[in-house]
């Protein structure tokens, strides 16, 4: 037999080697999904330079919210008055006639509690805003909660959720504080 001949086996050998071990990795990894949990929990927190009443104000303005709430590709739509419990909150999509809906189920001085379902097919993320602080600068935290519904790589998104939507409530809280601090 020619030496062309006799290493057709050998590779063979190799890509069945290849592929097993893929499938092993496939399959641990499906696995391994199975014990992890599928609830995150994400919090972010920013000084403001500005009184404890200017924040909230900032917060809760029907005509502010949509300056400082960063919404990847849309915004949350504008409206009058500022936001008390059980109010709701359009958020419109650049590119979808599709919308999104934000619900305020808790409003007080020192926190605000609202759900946010981005869009209809999506589960609703619980959101919390502490606010604290005096007449010279204000604490806030921000820390979201919920449960991913994605099939098996949920645990792998939930995993990395800290790392993919506190950039978001990062930018958010910085446009925040940019608002209230150049307010006079």
């Known amino acids: 037999m020619s030496k062309k001949g006799s290493s057709h086996p050998k590779?063979?050998?190799q890509l069945r080697k290849i592929t097993r071990i893929s499938a092993l990795v496939i399959l641990a990894a499906v696995v391994i999904g199975f014990?992890?949990?599928t609830d995150y929990r994400v919090?972010?927190?920013?000084i403001i330079n500005k009184?404890?009443?200017a924040v909230v104000k900032a917060l809760l303005g029907?005509?502010?919210?949509?300056?400082?709430m960063f919404v990847s590709g849309g915004k949350v739509d504008l409206r009058q008055g500022d936001y008390q419990q059980g109010d709701k909150a359009t958020i419109s999509y650049d590119d979808s006639k599709v919308q999104g809906e934000l619900f305020f189920t808790a409003v007080t001085t020192n926190s605000i509690a609202f759900d946010v379902k981005p869009k209809p097919d999506v589960d609703v993320v619980h959101n919390t805003i502490y606010i604290s602080g005096d007449n010279k600068s204000t604490n806030v935290d921000w820390e979201i909660s919920g449960k991913l519904r994605t099939g098996f790589l949920?645990?792998?998104?939930?995993f990395f959720a800290n790392k993919i939507a506190g950039r978001n409530f990062e930018t958010s809280l910085q446009h925040l504080k940019e608002k209230v601090e150049l307010t006079q």
């Open 11 to 13: 590779a063979l050998y």
């Open 35 to 37: 014990f992890l949990p």
């Open 43 to 46: 919090e972010r927190s920013i």
């Open 51 to 53: 009184p404890h009443d």
């Open 62 to 68: 029907g005509d502010s919210l949509s300056d400082w």
């Open 154 to 158: 949920s645990p792998y998104l939930a």
